[in-house]
């Protein structure tokens, strides 16, 4: 069984850092391209951050460059995601899910407010 599991969400003020992580199992996580992708209340699913299978390609979108960081452990099946300098604007539930989006994770929250 294939399985995603975010952790790591929660309540922060602007300006602070968080540390998600998403532990997969039942595929071979190191074979995948990995994204995180989020959902802020009343709107669509965005894309935020993608990693090819090895961990030394990575990608952005621009509301997050240079305040996020995409990184992987293949020997440990997880997939990361620093986040600093967060704005109230990067308030959403945070998803990874696999190369192709064929795998999803039940979500983490973040929510960043004073």
């Known amino acids: 069984e294939v399985q995603l599991v975010e952790s790591g969400g929660g309540l922060v003020q602007p300006g602070g850092s968080l540390r998600l992580s998403c532990a997969a199992s039942g595929f071979t996580f190191s074979s995948y391209y990995m994204n995180w992708v989020r959902q802020a209340p009343g709107k669509g699913l965005e894309w935020v951050s993608a990693?090819?299978?090895?961990?030394?390609?990575?990608y952005y979108v621009d509301s997050v460059k240079g305040r996020f960081t995409i990184s992987r452990d293949n020997a440990k099946n997880t997939l990361y995601l620093q986040m600093n300098t967060l704005k109230p604007e990067d308030t959403a539930l945070y998803y990874c899910?696999?190369?192709?989006?064929?795998?999803w994770g039940q979500g983490t929250q973040v929510t960043v407010s004073s």
């Open positions: 899910a696999s190369q192709g989006y064929g795998y």
């Open positions: 990693i090819n299978s090895v961990g030394d390609t990575t």
